[in-house]
């Protein structure tokens, strides 16, 4: 008896390489596929304002980096002791405004050089539910534990999120023609709008995104919700909170993430370099100058070898064994 509801992924007709810079924004869940990438080292960046949720504040992030908008201090908000943009996650915010904005412009900067370069943008949409700043009406993308009596609630409507989102798209594309845009939705349940209301927002999502598939040059669509939703589908699957999703899910995800959108002999490459920076976490139960030596020189022939075939920057890797030889 089966007890799992499998289903097929349609292969990509566009692999990510060590080649293919990739950006992910969206939910926290955008992070945790990124970094899984990261992990093999391969050339990603994401969220460059910090996770955001709703699908007006990944415009504005995606807006604030492509006009190269310099923040300043009139951007910012003082609360509490500390300065905070609306724009960005709770990451840049500081008691003093100039590191704030140095952080935030520092890697504005960042996000639209690697932009320029990327050939895959990964969106990751947790909620179509926004909070407006009352005092501007400003959708934010964070409310850095402001009281909430500050803020609008408003769940947004399948047209508004299609209407914004094709300009969006219109845009992307005409300033990075060579883009792969992929939608996904995050498992992640946004548990404060209660279960009925959690639902109804991930459907607004869905209903959006699947109207903006019909775009003029059509997105991808990565079933990352259903995989847990319908696929694991059992709390086995969560973290202890019972809204996230376990390593486990994450890591099964990622299975069928790297399936989708990576070659064979590139995931072997992933593996190679994914054992790489474990080995550099490994604690020895030996003395032996020879054994740690040998584990040392093995490492690093590995790492000269794997930076024979792709592009990689295995620097930090190769001072930790170089180091950790023993003359």
């Given at each position: 008896m089966?007890?799992r509801?499998t289903f097929?992924?349609?292969?990509?007709?566009?692999?990510?390489?060590y080649?293919?810079?990739?950006?992910?924004?969206?939910?926290?869940?955008?992070?945790?596929?990124?970094?899984?990438?990261e992990?093999g080292?391969?050339?990603?960046?994401?969220?460059?304002?910090?996770?955001?949720?709703?699908?007006?504040s990944?415009?504005?992030?995606?807006?604030?980096?492509?006009s190269?908008?310099?923040f300043?201090?009139?951007?910012?908000?003082?609360?509490?002791?500390?300065?905070?943009?609306?724009y960005?996650?709770?990451?840049f915010?500081?008691?003093?405004?100039?590191?704030?904005?140095?952080?935030?412009?520092?890697?504005?900067?960042?996000?639209?050089?690697?932009?320029?370069g990327a050939?895959?943008?990964?969106?990751?949409l947790g909620?179509?539910r926004?909070?407006?700043?009352?005092?501007?009406?400003?959708?934010?993308?964070?409310c850095?534990?402001?009281?909430s009596?500050?803020?609008?609630?408003?769940?947004?409507?399948?047209?508004?999120?299609?209407?914004?989102?094709t300009?969006?798209?219109?845009?992307?594309?005409?300033?990075?023609?060579?883009?792969k845009?992929?939608?996904?939705?995050?498992?992640?349940?946004?548990?404060k709008?209660?279960?009925?209301?959690?639902?109804?927002?991930?459907?607004?999502l869905?209903?959006?995104v699947?109207?903006?598939?019909?775009?003029?040059?059509?997105?991808?669509?990565f079933p990352?919700?259903?995989?847990?939703?319908?696929?694991?589908?059992?709390?086995r699957?969560?973290?202890?909170?019972?809204?996230?999703?376990?390593?486990?899910?994450?890591g099964?995800?990622?299975?069928?993430?790297s399936?989708?959108?990576?070659?064979?002999?590139?995931?072997?490459?992933?593996?190679?370099?994914?054992?790489?920076?474990?080995?550099?976490?490994?604690r020895?139960?030996?003395?032996?100058?020879?054994?740690?030596?040998?584990?040392?020189?093995?490492?690093?022939?590995q790492i000269?070898?794997?930076?024979?075939?792709?592009?990689?920057?295995?620097s930090?890797?190769?001072?930790?064994?170089?180091?950790?030889?023993?003359?």
């Amino acid at each position: 008896m089966e007890l799992r509801t499998t289903f097929n992924i349609e292969p990509s007709p566009y692999k990510i390489t060590y080649t293919d810079p990739v950006m992910f924004i969206g939910s926290c869940f955008a992070s945790s596929i990124g970094s899984q990438m990261e992990m093999g080292r391969m050339p990603v960046m994401i969220n460059p304002a910090g996770a955001v949720f709703n699908p007006v504040s990944v415009c504005n992030t995606i807006d604030t980096i492509i006009s190269g908008k310099e923040f300043v201090e009139d951007d910012l908000h003082y609360h509490d002791g500390t300065w905070l943009s609306f724009y960005h996650y709770t990451d840049f915010s500081s008691d003093d405004p100039v590191k704030v904005l140095d952080k935030i412009n520092k890697k504005s900067k960042e996000a639209l050089d690697f932009l320029r370069g990327a050939r895959f943008l990964f969106i990751t949409l947790g909620t179509a539910r926004v909070y407006k700043w009352k005092k501007t009406g400003l959708i934010v993308s964070n409310c850095h534990k402001i009281p909430s009596a500050l803020f609008e609630p408003e769940l947004l409507t399948v047209n508004e999120i299609v209407t914004l989102w094709t300009t969006q798209l219109d845009r992307l594309y005409s300033h990075f023609p060579q883009l792969k845009v992929v939608f996904t939705i995050s498992p992640v349940r946004h548990w404060k709008d209660g279960a009925h209301g959690n639902q109804v927002s991930k459907s607004v999502l869905f209903l959006a995104v699947e109207e903006l598939l019909n775009h003029s040059v059509p997105p991808q669509y990565f079933p990352a919700y259903e995989l847990v939703m319908d696929d694991l589908r059992d709390y086995r699957f969560y973290n202890d909170d019972m809204l996230h999703p376990s390593t486990a899910a994450i890591g099964y995800i990622w299975d069928a993430f790297s399936t989708c959108f990576m070659e064979s002999k590139t995931m072997k490459i992933w593996n190679e370099v994914v054992n790489i920076t474990k080995a550099c976490n490994h604690r020895f139960n030996t003395d032996s100058t020879i054994k740690i030596n040998n584990f040392a020189e093995r490492m690093l022939k590995q790492i000269s070898d794997i930076e024979g075939k792709v592009p990689i920057n295995l620097s930090h890797e190769r001072n930790y064994f170089q180091n950790l030889l023993i003359k």
